[in-house]
């Protein structure tokens, strides 16, 4: 249906006015044009005196503007517009002043007029009502412009409206009767005089103001136009009755007349009109009304008998009730919920399904109804009629009567016990499942059907160093060993076949760019499209077996070599024993006897390679004694001056403790001429050897990290170099016999495999510390006598309670930085670590809490230990540092890394060590 709901849509004055409108005004102008300027010649010529036209004329003009200004108030009261109070006003304005002027026109009712009038009032009267109208027009067009509306007192405002024009009326009618005498003569027998020539021309000069400003306003209205039309007319009007006449009666004067009432026939024709289509509009728009009403009342039945039957089939109680509690209404589904008929139910108190200690529950629900509230899926306890139990979900409106009071309240009442039931044990299963989900050690993958990591577990971070966010979002084959991701990419295509796949191993990047092996179970879910992933991490059961099949093999290369040499050492004296024999028989001829000494001294070297087989197979007849080491090590540099030469500095750092170790002196000494005669080869432009003894102890964790390691007292003897390095794809392979980096001829392989079969054998413990570039050092751990004096022996490192402060930990070794971590952790302090120096300046950065830097010496990256702690001290002066390193103390001190006096902590160290340390750097 048509609806208005904006006045200004229809009304004339704020009416857009069209082309066509603006041709209509065009041609009322251009015909009263025409017909002034027919009539202009003839204003002069004087014709038949006839007053009653004079009484007819304006009082026809009058009835036509009272009508106008009517009609112009009722838009006014619509639109509250201050310019469409100025118009109306005018057309009021020129009613009364038009019947005036018909009382005090001489000749009509008296001689000279009524109220006193004298032979000049009407004239006056007459331009007081000709120059009033336009003024208060040229008002109405300068206030169109801005559009102001007024505000809501309407009755205030036409109040002031009539009571104006009544007021401005009468004192200038009282003026014109009252002092007639006082004011010039506008007519003198009956002809104009120049001073009714100047007013007329002075009101024609405002008129063409009115119509110049009206027409300069943009957009017009279609009132507008009407209203220029008028204006024009009333140009004509002053022109022929005023101006272009000689007297009264000419016919100038009753043409202008004409114009007159022609101008006020104008806008009230279009107002009628007007007035007329709204009154048409308005029946077309009542009889739709009607006709919807009619529409509206049918679908309002129709929707109220379905309304019903979905009550009534709904498996939801709904149940009204007024706000004391009684029950109005009751379904099907609430006599098969609560167990009650509707006829034992309506007219019931609501407390016939409410347990007794929920009344009060009742009384307030119904409280915040009567309030207008609305109570949505509450849940509750509701009591059946057998007696037992129902958790329901209620939801209760209020219920309005047609003026919008709360008459009473609707519930919906569902029976939740069931889903309620179910979301338990869902939650339970789910909080089973996010805890098997966060606690456990493998590694849960879940990826939609592109690859794309939904969720990933929180072992990430063990396993792959990734926080589990870093990962999410990510397609899983970013984190995939190249070589291996087709073959993951075939696993996955099998899993969306429908075939779960278990025990394939494929290799995942760890964030430090290192491959980690997972034995991965897969499966694929259609429901939710999203494949599931488990894998194990493979890492330390590979290292272990890789361990294992290490000492598998060198147990069995140590048995094969063990019984080769003792078969060998049969031949050997078999041939030692022949070529003494030999030897003397072939004395008197020099060419036998070269090659006799040419064998013997290949039976020597035989036999020596034999007894370095047996010591690594640990099967040399050793004779441990209760050994000095520090003497034995003093012995044994005064012996290598002469071997390595001057270009090697050699320099003994010895313990001041005694150092008494249960070994073979010989074989001892022989283990420290190897790994020095290695050192020398590595060091070939020169160097330093260093010789350092200590007393040690290799505690619980160190035994962990190494399971061939007894924990207790060791006497440590170091042999350090400052040479090329081992590169680390070697370390593993230095102590299996035959195996040498030296050249052809250089050398057997066997030097550092006697040693680590001597140390083994001896019960003992070795150690190899290699940095390509920078040197390695090579620690024996060899048992402390037990008969060795107890004094420094037994002495105990200072127990240190810990503290407080904060600790940057740097450290490349994962499984080491952990377990430093650890220690310094249950020391009490705050701990933050950096796998390099590129990640500690930025914890620097971030954490200006930190109190101590505890830094590895040699690290990967542009940036070692050293560099780390010159560049954190350049911005923070008062940061204490405290280094760490697989080389001895004194070895890093003379190799140049390290300032005298920089404290250093060398592994492996316990943890009484390592809080003195700490304690020692931080009270520096």
Not at 800 to 810: A, Q
Request: some cysteine; overall charge negative; proline content about 4%.
């Amino acid at each position: 249906m048509q609806s208005i709901e904006d006045p200004s849509e229809v009304l004339l004055s704020t009416s857009t006015a069209t082309r066509r409108d603006q041709l209509a005004a065009l041609i009322a102008v251009a015909v009263s044009a025409v017909l002034f300027a027919a009539a202009a010649p003839f204003a002069k010529v004087q014709l038949p005196a006839a007053p009653a036209f004079v009484a007819s004329y304006q009082s026809a003009l009058a009835l036509n503007d009272l009508i106008t200004a009517f009609l112009l108030f009722s838009q006014f009261v619509l639109l509250r517009s201050r310019a469409l109070l100025w118009l109306a006003s005018g057309y009021l304005f020129t009613a009364p002043a038009a019947l005036l002027h018909t009382l005090v026109f001489p000749g009509l009712y008296s001689p000279t007029g009524l109220l006193g009038a004298g032979s000049q009032s009407a004239v006056w009267i007459y331009m007081i009502w000709h120059g009033g109208f336009p003024l208060l027009v040229l008002c109405y067009a300068l206030d169109r412009s801005s559009r102001p509306v007024l505000g809501r007192s309407v009755p205030a405002w036409l109040s002031l409206a009539l009571l104006g024009v009544a007021i401005v009326l009468t004192a200038l009618s009282w003026t014109v009767v009252a002092h007639e005498e006082a004011l010039p003569a506008l007519l003198r027998d009956g002809a104009a005089t120049t001073a009714l020539k100047v007013i007329v021309g002075s009101i024609w000069c405002v008129t063409a103001v009115a119509l110049v400003a009206l027409a300069w306003q943009r957009p017009h209205s279609i009132l507008d136009l009407w209203v220029m039309v008028v204006l024009c007319a009333w140009l004509f009007d002053l022109s022929l009755s005023s101006l272009l006449n000689a007297a009264r009666y000419d016919f100038g004067y009753y043409a202008g007349r004409i114009y007159g009432l022609l101008a006020a026939s104008f806008v009230l024709g279009v107002l009628l009109a007007d007035n007329v289509g709204l009154q048409w509009r308005l029946s077309r728009l009542l009889q739709q009304q009607r006709r919807q009403n009619e529409s509206e009342r049918a679908r309002f039945i129709a929707r109220e008998r379905l309304f019903s039957a979905v009550v009534e089939s709904s498996n939801d109680a709904v149940i009204t009730l007024t706000l004391h509690g009684k029950i109005t209404s009751w379904n099907r589904a609430a006599e098969q919920l609560f167990g009650y008929r509707a006829d034992e139910a309506l007219g019931s108190d609501i407390g016939l399904i409410v347990p007794a200690e929920r009344r009060g529950e009742v009384d307030r629900i119904l409280g915040e109804i009567g309030c207008g509230e609305k109570i949505e899926h509450h849940e509750t306890i509701r009591r059946h009629k057998d007696g037992h139990e129902i958790e329901v979900s209620l939801s209760v409106s209020p219920i309005l009567d047609a003026h919008g009071a709360v008459i009473g309240a609707s519930k919906v009442a569902r029976d939740i016990t069931e889903s309620k039931r179910t979301s338990n044990a869902l939650t339970r299963e789910t909080e089973e499942r996010r805890r098997i989900f966060e606690t456990s050690q493998d590694l849960i993958l879940v990826a939609d059907s592109r690859g794309n990591l939904m969720q990933v577990s929180p072992s990430a971070r063990t396993i792959l160093g990734y926080q589990p966010e870093e990962m999410v979002g990510r397609n899983a084959s970013d984190f995939v060993y190249p070589p291996e991701l087709e073959a993951v990419r075939s696993q996955m295509r099998d899993c969306r076949r429908g075939r779960d796949v278990h025990n394939f191993e494929a290799q995942l990047l760890h964030k430090e760019g290192r491959g980690v092996v997972l034995n991965w179970m897969a499966s694929w879910s259609d429901p939710v499209q999203r494949h599931f992933f488990v894998g194990r991490d493979l890492t330390e059961k590979r290292a272990a077996e890789a361990q294992f099949r290490q000492a598998q093999k060198m147990e069995a290369v140590g048995q094969l070599t063990g019984g080769v040499a003792h078969d060998f050492n049969n031949i050997l004296t078999v041939i030692t024993g022949s070529i003494s024999i030999l030897a003397d028989a072939v004395a008197e001829r020099p060419e036998l006897a070269s090659v006799a000494k040419l064998i013997d001294d290949s039976a020597d070297r035989g036999a020596h390679l034999t007894r370095q087989l047996l010591a690594f197979a640990r099967k040399q007849p050793l004779q441990p004694v209760d050994l000095d080491v520090n003497a034995l090590v003093n012995e044994t540099a005064a012996l290598l001056r002469p071997t390595l030469g001057e270009h090697i500095e050699i320099e003994r750092i010895l313990s001041n403790d005694p150092c008494t170790a249960l070994a073979d002196p010989n074989q001892l000494a022989t283990a420290v001429v190897n790994l020095s005669l290695n050192a020398r080869d590595a060091m070939p432009q020169g160097g330093k050897l260093t010789l350092e003894t200590a007393n040690v102890a290799l505690d619980q964790d160190y035994a962990e990290a190494n399971n061939e390691v007894v924990v207790g007292d060791y006497i440590m003897i170091a042999v350090s170099d400052t040479g090329c390095g081992i590169p680390p794809a070697y370390l593993d392979k230095v102590f299996d016999p035959f195996f040498s980096t030296k050249g052809v001829g250089k050398g057997t392989g066997l030097g550092l495999s006697m040693v680590f079969g001597f140390v083994k054998q001896s019960g003992g413990h070795i150690k190899i510390y290699s940095e390509v570039g920078h040197g390695t050092s090579i620690k024996l751990y060899l048992p402390r006598s037990l008969t060795a004096p107890r004094g420094a022996t037994e002495q105990q490192l200072p127990d240190m309670s810990g503290g407080h402060e904060t600790i940057l930990i740097v450290e490349d070794d994962p499984m080491v930085r952990q377990h430093v971590i650890t220690q310094v952790a249950s020391l009490g302090y705050t701990t933050l670590a950096a796998a390099n120096a590129a990640e500690a300046l930025d914890v620097l950065q971030r954490h200006p809490e930190i109190d101590l830097l505890f830094t590895d010496v040699i690290m990967p990256g542009a940036m070692n230990g050293r560099q780390l702690a010159d560049a954190a001290r350049a911005r923070r002066p008062e940061l204490r540092t405290l280094f760490t390193s697989g080389y001895t103390e004194n070895a890093i001190v003379h190799h140049g890394r390290l300032d005298a006096g920089v404290l250093l902590l060398a592994k492996p160290y316990r943890k009484p060590e390592l809080a003195r340390m700490i304690r020692i750097a931080l009270d520096r």
